[in-house]
C-alpha cells in the first residue's frame, strides 16, 4: 500500500466516469478495489473518500461517479491505497455479465478492458446506462438478469449493502434455485471510512464465514459467501 499525491485531472457530467485522475502506476486500483483520497481542502469532510476505477488511463486512472462536487480540475489530493479485494475475471471467461442496483455502473465497467483482452462478450444489467458505453456492450434491464445469467460464465454484480437481502431474494438467488450458471462475485457498496486500520465495523457484512469487513475482506466477495450468510 501506499501513501502518495494525486491531482484531478478533468471532471466529467453525467457518465460513468467521474473523474480522471493523475498518480503514479502503483496508486491505480484494480477493478473492484479502492483508495481513500482527501483533498487538502476537504475542511468540510475530515473522512477521506473512497475513489475506485472505471477504467486505467495513461499517468492514471479513470474514477467511477459519483466524486465529491467540490473536486474541481487541479485539485490536489492525498492518496492512500490501492486497498480491499477486488474482481478477479477468470481468464476463461468468454461470456460477462456485469450488473449494477449501486450507486455508480463504473466499478462493474471497470471490467470492460479486461473482457476485451480475452475477446469476452458482455451484458450490462442496470436501471439507466450511461451513451459512452461502447457500442459491443448489450444494455438490458435488470428484469431481464435471469436469461442473462443463465447464460453468463462469469457475473459482477455491485449492489449496496441495504439492498443485498432484497435484492437477491427477488431474483431468486439461492442454493435450491440458482439462476447463474458460471462463476460470480459481489462488490458491496458501504462507507469504508478508516480502509481496514481501525476496524471499526462501520462496513460490517454477514457471510456463510461470519462477519467480514468490506474495507479489507472485500469490497468484492464471492456471491456464493454472501447468499444465505451465517447470522
Not at 444489467?125 to 453468463?152: N, Y
Amino acid at each position: 500500500m501506499q501513501i502518495a499525491h494525486g491531482r484531478v485531472d478533468e471532471t466529467y457530467i453525467n457518465g460513468w466516469r467521474a473523474a480522471r485522475i493523475l498518480c503514479s502506476a502503483g496508486l491505480v486500483p484494480a477493478p473492484g478495489q479502492y483508495l481513500l483520497a482527501q483533498t487538502r481542502t476537504d475542511t468540510d469532510s475530515p473522512l477521506p473518500v473512497p475513489v475506485y476505477s472505471a477504467s486505467a488511463t495513461h499517468n492514471g486512472f479513470y474514477a467511477a461517479s459519483p466524486l465529491p462536487v467540490a473536486w474541481t480540475p487541479g485539485a490536489a489530493l492525498s492518496l492512500k491505497g490501492p486497498l480491499g479485494r477486488g474482481f478477479n475475471l477468470p481468464p476463461t471467461a468468454r461470456k460477462v455479465l456485469l450488473a449494477s442496483w449501486g450507486g455508480s455502473v463504473g466499478r462493474v465497467l471497470s471490467l470492460l478492458e479486461a473482457c476485451r483482452r480475452q475477446n469476452a462478450e458482455v451484458v450490462l444489467l442496470a436501471e439507466t446506462a450511461p451513451e459512452d458505453i461502447p457500442l459491443a456492450v448489450e444494455i438490458l434491464p435488470p428484469a431481464a438478469l435471469p436469461e442473462a445469467a443463465r447464460w453468463a460464465d462469469y457475473a459482477a454484480l455491485d449492489i449496496k449493502r441495504g439492498q443485498i437481502e432484497s435484492v437477491l431474494a427477488s431474483q431468486a438467488f439461492s442454493d435450491s434455485q440458482p439462476i447463474l450458471s458460471g462463476y460470480a462475485q459481489i462488490f458491496i457498496e458501504t462507507p469504508v471510512p478508516c480502509g481496514g486500520l481501525a476496524e471499526c465495523g462501520l462496513c460490517a457484512v454477514d457471510t456463510r464465514s461470519g462477519v467480514r469487513l468490506a474495507c479489507k475482506d472485500g469490497p468484492v466477495f464471492d456471491l456464493s459467501e454472501i447468499i444465505n450468510p451465517r447470522k
